[in-house]
T-cell receptor, first 112, second 111 residues
């Protein structure tokens, strides 16, 4: 079945770049998402990428997709303390029309 | 503005009781989903619906049920609450090509 894997923890210093990695098993995954969850809050969509793209950039966020290796990464430039949160990778094969499959989440801690 | 709301935000119940968590969306989305979030497990799919009178089981559906009598609502019922169902529950809605919108969650404690 479908599976999405992420490392559980990442710690970075304020001002450095953060890179959060994700691997997925379903080769039919067409859409890949990154969600952010702050403590006690719901899920906020950060960005998404279609499987026919290699890279997507949105301000401080850069998403890289290696479809051959089924590897997705989220880079946050100039990481701030407000970026401390849990980041979830998720995939679906039909955007909006099938359930999202989530990874377990990566807890990012930013040290001032 | 369109939104998706969950109620209650917090609930404490006793083992064996029936509990219903509400999810209401005003996006007019056909698709609705229920997930539970537990430490070390991320979000796992409980049930989902693609439209009125349609329901489907997810990965962790045992002990839960849903019904879809209109487009706006997908209530989640725990038939006989168990301590293992202590969790944070998230509802989401979506439409093809538009993406997914999540509610703020319900924290359920079963004692």
């Amino acid at each position: 079945g479908e599976d999405v894997e992420q490392s559980l923890f990442l710690s970075v210093r304020e001002g450095d770049s953060s890179v959060i990695n994700c691997t997925y098993t379903d080769s039919s995954s067409t859409y890949l998402y990154w969600y952010k969850q702050e403590p006690g809050a719901g899920l906020q969509l950060l960005t998404y990428i279609f499987s026919n793209m290699d890279m997507k950039q949105d301000q401080r966020l850069t998403v890289l997709l290696n479809k051959k290796d089924k590897h997705l990464s989220l880079r946050i430039a100039d990481t701030q303390t407000g970026d401390s949160a849990i980041y979830f990778c998720a995939e679906s094969w039909n955007s909006g029309n099938t359930p999202l499959v989530f990874g377990k989440g990566t807890r990012l801690s930013v040290i001032a | 503005d369109a939104e998706i709301t969950q109620s209650p935000r917090h609930k404490i119940t006793e083992t064996g009781r029936q509990v219903t968590l509400a999810c209401h969306q005003t996006w007019n989305h056909n698709n609705m989903f229920w997930y539970r979030q537990d430490l070390g497990h991320g979000l796992r799919l409980i049930h989902y619906s693609y439209g009125v009178h349609d329901t489907n089981k997810g990965e962790v559906s045992d002990g839960y049920s849903v019904s879809r009598s209109n487009t706006e609502d997908l209530p989640l019922t725990l038939e006989s609450a168990a301590s293992s169902q202590t969790s944070v529950y998230f509802c989401a809605s979506s439409e093809t090509g538009i993406g997914y919108t999540f509610g703020s969650g319900t924290r359920l404690t079963v004692v």
